[in-house]
């Protein structure tokens, strides 16, 4: 059973399994095992590729993220994620993970520069749903992110008009321009009063309900946990005041 620690996958003799927004969490005979999940395993709920994209660090906001909550660890990852989240066709994909596996080192830094442009992006939307403006630096490096995506890409048709498309783009860094586009985009036309942190883990989201009342990434994950504990809060505390009396 050890076997299975780390390697994202389930196992046949696993009685339930949950989400909680960043992780998957297997009750196995008792025992409890954390699994690595990947990302082509993850629900995003940013509601923007951009949140989508710093939606792939997890854990609870007011730890240091552990080893499990990250979930770029190798170039595929990037690539996963952009046809996940539809940024990336088939097509690019496959010639994307051909470039890689020729040229290693290079998919290397372009995963380190990933993980750079995530924080930028969530120093530029986290403020943002706290009510406050992002620090001008993160703005200006922003713009720049998104000048570089704008620089590479070409327009072609979408819908009425035209759009940026990366879908002949060589550039192993290819994966990050429409996330760079999508992050622009949000910065410019918004809703920005609608971006929000989960109420218990590091994610963003743009909350799409009409009374703006969402409060977790997700009600099945971080809701749902966070109510068993306040349920199991309530009875310690009941169970507390009984043996007093
Ligand atoms: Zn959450």
Redesign the pocket.
Known sequence: MADNIGSGTSTAVASYLYL???RFRLRVNFISVETLRRVKDVEF?GGNPALDFADTI?GFLVDEPAVEDELLREYEDLVEFGLKTGTLSERSAWRLRRAARERPEEAERVLEDARAKRALIDAAFRPLSEGAEPPAPVLAELRDFGAEALTHCELAPSGDGFGCAWEHCEDLEAPLWPIAHAALELLTDGPLDRIKT??????LFIDTTKNHSRR???TE???T?EKKERYVARRRARRARSSSA
């Open positions: 909680d927004g960043n709920m997890g989960c109420g218990r883990c590091r994610w977790w990434c997700s994950g971080c809701g946990d």
